[in-house]
């Protein structure tokens, strides 16, 4: 380049590490890449002693600035107070690099990227990652392979008198002031990379910076978020519902809250659902279609989505998942994302249901490590869990964001025997099923308990739904179907949203809505800006919720679509709701489903099987109900194999079409008993429209597992 005499060409692109975080740069892109290895830095101490030194200097706190900001001038010169400069000295000996941390820093790698194209922003104003994930993937190739080379070369120095494990976190905190909380401390000695290859031994963290200037407001103002998302629950079974289920901390929620009686899930089956509450967008577009296996699909939420745990963390907040997570876990030899790659610092939970049932689960993880066998009851467990982490690792100063998703009621269920037997015999299983929903009730009640004891009840927003209705079909009161339809019946949830803080009390909202308004409606409670460049489905819902509801505005019509289920797709405007039927087939063996079923039925009669005399199509019991008979439930698993979503599907999912349609008038006909079309044309003229049109939209977006 000097000489003017060769052809430039750099062997390794430019490459940059501070702490765990680096920068990539290859030609107009760089590549912004935070680290998996979590920064130990007493953030808590750090927000006391900034505190401690506001209290000491009084009114001359702006004089000692100096017309600098205040973080900067805690890292520049010093004051002319010696109890406050003494104070700063412990405040910028926190940020000083700990040679403990090596270890950690050498088995890192990487989380969240961004990235940039400095030939048109040079400033680094505009994140364009999500746009361009060709570039992406191949600069974090890059980026992970120099990382790797980096850290193999690198020495390990440790201490004079400390050697250095790889242990706890809080071998990695060393005693640097009397101010330090040790209940703060983040206790990590069981986080472990075992779910597959790609799973972090730590959760992706913020620079060090970033994290700084999250938390440095004199005081926390924003509300705490917590999610309570249950598995499978019916439209009518909890008591402020009209269900038969005894739920008193519930009913007690929605009346000091917003009780949503016209609500829905994301979609009518798991994996889509909750990929759409993460995101705020259609299931499709962020790429799950279906109900995911880990071991048998590629498929997962795709990492470049944005997830509402992104956006909180990125405003500062404690992000926690726990629970069930049936988005995608690398398992075997697939590398899919976790949740930290979602945005999560701290995630314990399940590929998918509790197994072997609700009782003593053996598959929960904390960090990507296997537990073993736990004691007691998932909904118990998950709010164990959630309580110790308010005890242990929750900073004060500091909004979280706790996601509890848990398992009950879906099957294999099971709940204590003193709760069933007030619903009817212990092997009854509509009795066991009310049982889990009963302990769920308690277990959130529980929660409740300790944010008051934490004074941070009032001041939390609280979200309570199911991720589609119930495959009880008596469970889901008067509306049409079950879970994995299309009909309300598999949509239409309960929806509960309350914040002392911020919504008035007592509230019942009839206006369509759904888990797909989450994320924009946490943004606009919370004040905290949408994510920018990314389509969101979904509406924000705060106007509703604070008395401005002439400035509501549904920008595109509520719309659920499943490609295995007829109708295939729904969409909402008001009272009406129009269905479409696909107008091709899938390439299922119906006859050899049906021969299976027929089989297990005959097996369930002989035995005048409990599983049969209980209510319900034994279709959908094929589907969600594990047989006591060994035979019947190895019928059953088949079955299910037969059924089982196929990502060689794809392609005809992404070109088909419908072929017919159905109109339904809910505030008259909320059972969905008769089409109304030929009535309102005009109506479902224009639905059908807005139906093909978001179809095309949410198909163009979706990605093509089958071609992974």
Request: include cysteine; hydrophobic fraction near 35%; proline fraction near 6%.
């Given at each position: 380049?000097?000489?003017?005499?060769?052809?430039?060409?750099?062997?390794?692109?430019?490459?940059?590490?501070?702490?765990?975080?680096?920068?990539?740069?290859?030609?107009?892109?760089?590549?912004?890449?935070?680290?998996?290895?979590?920064?130990?830095?007493?953030?808590?101490?750090?927000?006391?002693?900034?505190?401690?030194?506001?209290?000491?200097?009084?009114?001359?706190?702006?004089?000692?600035?100096?017309?600098?900001?205040?973080?900067?001038?805690?890292?520049?010169?010093?004051?002319?107070?010696?109890?406050?400069?003494?104070?700063?000295?412990?405040?910028?000996?926190?940020?000083?690099?700990?040679?403990?941390?090596?270890?950690?820093?050498?088995?890192?790698?990487?989380?969240?990227?961004?990235?940039?194209?400095?030939?048109?922003?040079?400033?680094?104003?505009?994140?364009?990652?999500?746009?361009?994930?060709?570039?992406?993937?191949?600069?974090?190739?890059?980026?992970?392979?120099?990382?790797?080379?980096?850290?193999?070369?690198?020495?390990?120095?440790?201490?004079?008198?400390?050697?250095?494990?790889?242990?706890?976190?809080?071998?990695?905190?060393?005693?640097?002031?009397?101010l330090r909380d040790e209940t703060a401390m983040i206790h990590g000695s069981d986080r472990g990379a075992t779910l597959g290859p790609t799973v972090s031994n730590e959760p992706t963290s913020q620079t060090n910076e970033q994290k700084v200037l999250a938390t440095s407001a004199t005081e926390k103002t924003r509300p705490n978020v917590v999610v309570l998302y249950v598995d499978d629950l019916g439209w009518q079974d909890i008591g402020c519902y009209g269900g038969p289920v005894r739920t008193p901390t519930l009913d007690k929620l929605a009346a000091k809250g917003?009780?949503?009686?016209?609500?829905?899930?994301?979609?009518?089956?798991?994996?889509?659902?909750?990929?759409?509450?993460?995101?705020?967008?259609?299931?499709?577009?962020?790429?799950?279609?279906?109900?995911?296996?880990?071991?048998?699909?590629?498929?997962?939420?795709?990492?470049?989505?944005?997830?509402?745990?992104?956006?909180?963390?990125?405003?500062?907040?404690?992000?926690?998942?726990?629970?069930?997570?049936?988005?995608?876990?690398?398992?075997?030899?697939?590398?899919?994302?976790?949740?930290?790659?979602?945005?999560?610092?701290?995630?314990?939970?399940?590929?998918?249901?509790?197994?072997?049932?609700?009782?003593?689960?053996?598959?929960?993880?904390?960090?990507?490590?296997?537990?073993?066998?736990?004691?007691?009851?998932?909904?118990?467990?998950?709010?164990?869990?959630?309580?110790?982490?308010?005890?242990?690792?929750?900073?004060?100063?500091?909004?979280?964001?706790?996601?509890?998703?848990?398992?009950?009621?879906?099957?294999?269920?099971?709940?204590?025997?003193?709760?069933?037997?007030?619903?009817?015999?212990?092997?009854?299983?509509?009795?066991?099923?009310?049982?889990?929903?009963?302990?769920?009730?308690?277990?959130?009640?529980?929660?409740?308990?300790?944010?008051?004891?934490?004074?941070?009840?009032?001041?939390?927003?609280?979200?309570?739904?199911?991720?589609?209705?119930?495959?009880?079909?008596?469970?889901?009161?008067?509306?049409?179907?079950?879970?994995?339809?299309?009909?309300?019946?598999?949509?239409?949830?309960?929806?509960?949203?309350?914040?002392?803080?911020?919504?008035?009390?007592?509230?019942?909202?009839?206006?369509?809505?759904?888990?797909?308004?989450?994320?924009?409606?946490?943004?606009?409670?919370?004040?905290?800006?949408?994510?920018?460049?990314?389509?969101?489905?979904?509406?924000?819902?705060?106007?509703?919720?604070?008395?401005?509801?002439?400035?509501?505005?549904?920008?595109?019509?509520?719309?659920f679509l499943l490609p295995t289920s007829n109708p295939m797709a729904t969409v909402r405007d008001g009272r009406f709701a129009l269905v479409g039927y696909r107008d091709y087939e899938l390439p299922k063996d119906l006859k050899a489903m049906n021969g299976l079923m027929d089989q297990v039925e005959v097996i369930l009669k002989l035995e005048n099987s409990a599983e049969l005399r209980d209510g319900g199509r034994l279709w959908s019991k094929m589907f969600n109900t594990k047989f006591a008979n060994k035979e019947a439930e190895k019928l059953r698993v088949d079955?299910?194999?037969?059924?089982?979503?196929?990502?060689?599907?794809?392609?005809?999912?992404?070109?088909?079409?419908?072929?017919?349609?159905?109109?339904?008038?809910?505030?008259?006909?909320?059972?969905?008993?008769?089409?109304?079309?030929?009535?309102?044309?005009?109506?479902?003229?224009?639905?059908?429209?807005?139906?093909?049109?978001?179809?095309?939209?949410?198909?163009?977006?979706?990605?093509?597992?089958?071609?992974?």
């Open positions: 380049l000097l000489t003017g005499t060769e052809t430039f060409e750099r062997h390794q692109p430019l490459f940059w590490m501070v702490g765990a975080n680096m920068l990539l740069r290859m030609g107009d892109h760089t590549l912004l890449a935070f680290g998996t290895a979590k920064s130990p830095i007493d953030f808590k101490t750090a927000e006391q002693l900034k505190k401690r030194i506001k209290e000491v200097l009084g009114d001359d706190f702006e004089k000692e600035l100096g017309g600098m900001d205040f973080r900067s001038r805690l890292f520049s010169g010093r004051f002319e107070n010696p109890e406050a400069n003494q104070l700063k000295d412990q405040h910028r000996e926190l940020y000083y690099f700990n040679e403990a941390w090596i270890p950690e820093l050498k088995k890192g790698g990487i989380g969240r990227v961004q990235l940039y194209d400095l030939s048109m922003d040079l400033r680094q104003q505009n994140d364009i990652a999500n746009e361009n994930p060709e570039i992406v993937a191949r600069m974090k190739e890059k980026a992970a392979a120099i990382y790797a080379s980096v850290m193999a070369d690198a020495p390990e120095w440790p201490e004079p008198d400390a050697p250095i494990r790889s242990g706890t976190r809080q071998e990695f905190r060393q005693s640097r002031s009397s917003v009780r949503l009686t016209d609500f829905h899930s994301g979609c009518a089956v798991c994996s889509p659902s909750r990929a759409t509450v993460m995101t705020g967008r259609h299931h499709i577009r962020s790429g799950v279609y279906h109900v995911i296996s880990d071991r048998d699909h590629a498929m997962h939420l795709l990492e470049s989505e944005v997830t509402i745990a992104e956006v909180l963390k990125e405003n500062g907040y404690d992000t926690v998942h726990l629970g069930k997570w049936h988005m995608g876990l690398p398992l075997g030899d697939r590398k899919k994302p976790t949740p930290y790659d979602h945005g999560f610092d701290y995630w314990f939970g399940t590929e998918n249901t509790a197994h072997p049932s609700h009782k003593d689960p053996v598959n929960f993880h904390r960090h990507g490590k296997p537990l073993g066998r736990i004691e007691g009851y998932a909904c118990q467990i998950v709010v164990d869990e959630a309580i110790s982490w308010l005890e242990k690792e929750r900073q004060a100063d500091t909004p979280f964001f706790l996601n509890i998703w848990f398992h009950e009621p879906h099957a294999p269920i099971a709940a204590p025997d003193e709760i069933v037997t007030q619903y009817g015999d212990l092997d009854d299983p509509a009795a066991i099923y009310s049982g889990t929903i009963e302990n769920t009730d308690r277990a959130i009640g529980r929660l409740f308990e300790k944010l008051n004891t934490i004074d941070e009840f009032e001041n939390t927003i609280i979200v309570y739904a199911s991720d589609n209705g119930s495959y009880r079909t008596e469970r889901n009161g008067p509306l049409k179907q079950s879970k994995g339809s299309n009909f309300e019946g598999g949509i239409r949830v309960p929806g509960i949203i309350c914040w002392l803080d911020g919504i008035s009390t007592g509230q019942v909202e009839k206006e369509p809505a759904g888990m797909v308004d989450l994320l924009p409606t946490i943004c606009g409670l919370t004040g905290i800006d949408k994510p920018e460049g990314v389509h969101l489905d979904g509406s924000d819902l705060s106007p509703l919720l604070t008395g401005r509801r002439s400035e509501f505005q549904r920008h595109i019509p509520l719309f079955f299910l194999k037969l059924n089982r979503f196929q990502e060689s599907w794809i392609p005809t999912i992404k070109t088909g079409g419908y072929k017919r349609f159905e109109l339904y008038d809910l505030d008259a006909d909320i059972g969905q008993k008769a089409d109304v079309a030929k009535q309102h044309p005009a109506i479902a003229n224009r639905l059908k429209q807005q139906l093909l049109d978001i179809t095309a939209s949410v198909m163009s977006d979706g990605p093509d597992w089958n071609q992974e």
